[in-house]
DNA sequence: ACACCAATAATAGTTTTACTATCATTGTTA
DNA sequence: TAACAATGATAGTAAAACTATTATTGGTGT
C-alpha cells in the first residue's frame, strides 16, 4: 500500500493522476532529495516542470519558491512539502540530467561492442543538445536542462555541506555518469592511469567551454555557432585521444 | 594630490599608514571592483586580511560583512563604503590570487628561453602551494587565497551578472593569467588550435582535482597525500603533453 | 591654535528571502 | 458519511543585504 520506503501513509496512486498531459518513464532519483516525491503528484509534476523553465531563464540565485509557487497558481508552503529547500530541487534536477544522460548512453552504445566507437559515441552524446530519446516522452525539457547543467552545476558541490551531502547521495548519479565514462576510457585504454581524472575533466569541459564560448570567449578556442557543439566534441576527442594515445590495446 | 583617478579626494597618504605590520608589494587589482582602494588604508588592508581568513573558515555563503565587520571591530557600514557587496569582494580577492600567481610566473620563468622548460615551470607555480615570493611579503596569506580559490572559484562567473561584470573587467586577472598559459603552450606546440581551451582547462584542473580528490574522491585518480600535488602536476604534464604531441617543434 | 574635513563609528531602519506554523478546504476512500 | 491526506490561505519569524543619518575623531593647512 505505501509506496515509497521513506512514507507510511497512503498516496493518492496512478488512477486519479494517469496520463496528465503525456506519458514518461519514472526517473528514480535518490530519495534524500526530496520530501515527497515530485513524480507522483500532479503539483509535484509541476513544480519540476516549472522549475526547470524558471531557474533556466532566472538563473538559480534570481530563482525563488515564492515566485515558483506564483507561476503554478499555488503556494511557498506546498512546495516547501516536496522539497526541503530550493538547493535540493536544483540538486533534484541536474540529477534528472545525469540519469537522463547515463540512458541515452546506455540506449545508443547498446549495439556497439568496439570500445573506440563506443567512447565516442557516449562522447557525442554529452555533447549534443538533445531532446527525449525516441520511446520517450520526458516530464521535463532535456534541452533546458542542459542549459542549466551548463550555468549552475559547478556551483552545487562548491559548498561546505558537500561532504555531508555527499553522504546522503546527493551526487550519486553525476559520480555515477563520470564512472560510466571513466569504465569507457578503461576499455579504450586498459592500463590508462587516469581514467576517472580524464572522464571528470572530460565531463565537465563539455559544457565548461560551451559557456566560455558565449560568455568569456577568450578562455576557449570553440566560437559560437550551430556547429559548436561538434567543435565542443572534436575537442574532448582530442583529449582523450592523445592522452590515451600509448594505452591502447 | 588625489592619487587615485578614480576619486577626487584628498586621501591619507603613506606617511600615517607605512609598515604597518609589514612592507608589502602594491597589487594593482582592477579599479572596478571597489568603491574604495582598500590596500590604501589600515581599515582596507583589516578588511582583506580578515576577509580571507573568514572565507576561508566558513566558507562564502556563510560569510557576511555583519560577520566580518564584528572580526575587525568595525561596523558593517564601513565596510560598504570599500566594496559594494561580498561578491565584489571575492572577486577582488581572486583577482589578487592570478595577479599573484602570474607575479610568481613572471618570476621564475625569467631566465628560461626553453619553451618546455618555462610550461613545466608555469604548471609547478600553478600546481604547488607555495607562499609569498623571495622578496615580497604579501599583505594577504596566499596560502588562503588557493584554497579559497579551489572552493569558491568556479561559482563566481556562473551567474547572470556574467556579461555585465565582464565588461567591467571582474574577470580580466584571471583571463590575463589564462592567457599567460596559452602563451606558454603556443610557444611550446606551434599551431596546435587549442591552446585557450587546454589553458583554461589546465588551470581549473589544476585546483579542482585536488577539491575531488578532497570530497568527492570517486572523480579523480589523485588521492590524498603529501605529495598530491605532485600528483596533479604530472597528470597535467601528461595532458598537455599528449595534446599537443603532434604540434611541437 | 584653530577650523576644517575625510574617514569611521554608532545606530537604526528597509526590503527580501528562506523558512515555519496554523488552520481551513477539498476530494477520495473505506 | 466519517476520516484523512493533500493543498490552500494566511501569517509570522529570523537573518541577510543593504541604505541612511548623525556623531566622533584625528590629521591637515593656515
Redesign the pocket.
Known sequence: MAQKAK?N?????D??EELSGSQFIRVVVNDKLFL?DPQE????RKILQHAVIMIDNLGF???????L?QA???????I???F????NLLIYLLSWYWLWLEYLVLFRTNNISKPADRLKTIVAVMCKQESSGPFTISLLDEVRLKSIVMNEFNKVYLTKQVDAQNNDGFFKHYKSFVKTVAKAIADYAPNYPYCNSLAAMVVDESTRQLYFAHHLPSLTDIQVSDKMEQDAQAFLEHIINSATANHRR
Open positions: 512514507s501513509r497512503k498516496v493518492n496512486t488512477h486519479s515527497r503528484t500532479e503539483l509535484g540565485e534570481e530563482f525563488t519558491f515564492a515566485k509557487a503554478i497558481q499555488s503556494t511557498e508552503a506546498s516547501y512539502r516536496y526541503e529547500n530550493k538547493h
